[in-house]
């Protein structure tokens, strides 16, 4: 298997980690996409025994031409906007991490219609999230009402417009400060885009899945719950993610969720 990989940074090293624990045998090839050369080769570095082959490029163009079947996002919202369309017009499949930048109904269009003409497909894995699975099932019978709430301690909103809607310091209870529609949240609280975007296009869309956001000091990481009624299962689910090492902002079960996918890509059992 040739795999491409943007991004070289908590993610993707979570990502590699598992593949060298998991994979059968190595790749054949990993080509590594990176705005910074020197962040690619320290990537490869550290993980680069997992395939046989390695390179790490700058431009998109040498990595397509690196022959990768499948590409893993593991970058930013702006590298889904940049390469996405490119990548599936090539005909390769991509699996996307940075999932909020598909809130904008343009880009997502982009997307399906470059998917469309190379015949290649987008993949979502769950990320941070769980339950997703049992949400897309439902959703195949009836119109599931879905709310995702996202709890994190008062200093985990600093820096977020929580601060200009809420007093977060001396906070002594769980405090909403926002409600709404997962557009919105995606918009506005883009920390929380990813999450609330891979529900939202799992079950419902930005607009009907519903969002609400809690500074909680009786906690001290950050909580993922998601709640479902629907025809076929109810259910809630709560979440409370392991911060990665490289980077405690992301969830190891996001960098582990993609490793799934590539896993899954090569399997004959796929779960
Ligand atoms: N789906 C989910 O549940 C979920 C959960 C956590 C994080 N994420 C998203 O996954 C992405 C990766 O997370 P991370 O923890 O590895 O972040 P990180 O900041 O540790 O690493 C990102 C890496 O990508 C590189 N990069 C950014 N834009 C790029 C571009 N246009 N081209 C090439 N390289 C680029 C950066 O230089 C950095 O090396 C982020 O967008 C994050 O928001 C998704």
Request: aromatic share 2%; glycine share 10%; net charge neutral.
């Amino acid at each position: 298997m040739k795999l491409g990989l943007i991004g070289a940074g908590g993610m993707a090293a979570t990502l590699l980690e598992a593949l060298a624990a998991h994979l059968p045998r190595p790749l054949d090839h990993l080509a590594v996409l990176v705005r910074d050369r020197a962040k690619g080769e320290a990537l490869l570095a550290a993980h680069g025994a997992v395939a046989t082959v390695t390179s790490v490029h700058t431009e998109l163009a040498a990595l397509l031409h690196a022959g990768a079947g499948m590409v893993a996002e593991c970058a930013s919202h702006a590298a889904v906007r940049e390469h996405g369309a490119a990548i599936l017009e090539a005909g390769r499949d991509l699996v996307v991490a940075s999932t909020g930048a598909l809130a904008d109904d343009a880009l997502m269009e982009a997307l399906r219609g470059a998917a469309g003409c190379g015949g290649a497909q987008i993949l979502l894995p769950a990320g941070a999230m769980g339950g997703i699975d049992a949400l897309a099932a439902a959703r195949l019978r009836g119109s599931p009402r879905v709310t995702y709430v996202g709890r994190k301690p008062p200093a985990a909103w600093r820096g977020t417009r929580a601060e200009t809607l809420l007093e977060l310091e001396g906070l002594t209870q769980a405090a909403t400060f926002y409600e709404g529609s997962a557009r919105a949240a995606a918009r506005d609280f883009p920390q929380n885009a990813n999450v609330a975007a891979t529900i939202a296009l799992a079950g419902m869309g930005f607009e009907a899945t519903r969002v609400r956001l809690v500074a909680d000091p009786a906690i001290t990481r950050n909580l993922h719950e998601l709640e479902v009624e629907s025809d076929a299962v109810n259910f809630t689910i709560r979440l409370e993610g392991v911060p990665s090492p490289a980077n405690p902002k992301t969830s190891l079960t996001a960098g582990l969720s993609m490793a799934r996918a590539v896993l899954n890509r090569d399997a004959v059992l796929v779960v």
